[in-house]
């Protein structure tokens, strides 16, 4: 099912697990984004077998996926399918949802990110996460964006922090003279972007977006979008997205997920397929896949 299944293992330079921890990859050790064609990238994540179940009842079943370093890789499919589901697992956010349970394998740059001596709060330091919904917290626009490094203990040249994060959102030119006041002020699609720039702000690894423009406008959108075209010259980014241009305007790769009905009719999410997003737009292995993004299905 991966095309990419003859990738060669992670590069040496790996973030890996120490003993409770996840080491950290400054930028400057990253490789250069389009040094390599995506399917000889490092492995960010591999994924066997991954399953999730809410309350013993299965959600998402048996999902092999390999997300590759510095590219978008886009997460598509009908309502339901288990898209969020499977980008929790990402970062152990299933982590906190009460009887949530995650099998199968996710190794984290060659690390299994479910051992025991793994910290779930280094996992998500690490692979940052903005969701559907802006999250900001009821502070002031700086106090968002500097939370994060704070609590990291990231303070030198904090307001530079701040302001490269903010900038690197698109949102600089429209706060920069209300830095102090209330988060909650800002409209929808400027608190969408607070909360990516307070994800940039700890530098991570990665960023897990889950529909991040379904309450913005065409002009956020964009933004948004030339926004993650951007990152992946530092950091690997995984969408969920409803948006069929969106998926390929900037998504290198694209995985396809649907929902199978079983014998007793419980509905359960399936990885249908995963390649290259021109590939997965104008010529899919599955049928499937061909009548979701024609319009026909879902
Ligand atoms: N916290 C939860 N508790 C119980 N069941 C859940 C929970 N979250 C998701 N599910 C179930 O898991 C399945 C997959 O849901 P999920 O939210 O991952 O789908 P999705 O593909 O993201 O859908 P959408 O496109 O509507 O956001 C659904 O049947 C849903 O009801
Ligand atoms: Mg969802």
Not at 213 to 236: H, Q, R, V
Request: aromatic share 6%; net charge negative; glycine share 8%.
């Amino acid at each position: 099912m991966d095309p990419t299944s003859e990738t060669p293992p992670a590069a040496p330079s790996s973030p890996v697990a120490t003993g409770g921890g996840l080491a950290t990859l400054s930028v400057e050790d990253r490789p250069a984004a389009d040094a390599l064609p995506l399917d000889q990238r490092e492995v960010v994540f591999d994924c066997e077998g991954v399953g999730v179940r809410y309350d013993g009842k299965r959600a998402l079943r048996d999902v092999d996926l390999r997300i590759h370093a510095n590219a978008v890789t886009a997460l598509i499919g009908p309502s339901g399918c288990g898209k969020s589901t499977f980008i929790r697992c990402l970062n152990r956010m299933n982590d906190l949802i009460p009887g949530a349970s995650v099998d199968g394998a996710v190794a984290y740059h060659g690390e299994n990110l479910y051992h025991p001596q793994v910290d779930p709060i280094e996992v998500r330091k690490r692979i940052g996460m903005v969701f559907q919904k802006p999250n900001p917290f009821p502070k002031s626009i700086y106090d968002n964006v500097a939370f994060g490094p704070r609590v990291l203990g990231m303070k030198d040249q904090l307001d530079d922090r701040v302001e490269q994060a903010l900038r690197r959102a698109v949102l600089w030119d429209e706060v920069k003279d209300r830095l102090k006041e209330g988060a909650l002020g800002l409209s929808g699609g400027q608190q969408q972007r607070l909360c990516i720039a307070r994800a940039l702000a700890v530098e991570p690894d990665v960023i897990l977006m889950d529909e991040p423009c379904s309450a913005l406008d065409p002009i956020s959108t964009s933004a948004i979008e030339d926004l993650m075209l951007s990152l992946t010259n530092e950091y690997t980014v995984v969408i969920v997205t409803h948006n069929m241009q969106q998926a390929a305007r900037v998504a290198d790769m694209t995985a396809f997920f649907s929902v199978d009905q079983g014998e007793t009719g419980a509905r359960c999410g399936v990885l249908v397929e995963v390649d290259r997003t021109d590939k997965i737009f104008t010529n899919p292995a599955h049928e499937r896949t061909e009548a979701y993004v024609t319009g026909r299905f879902g």
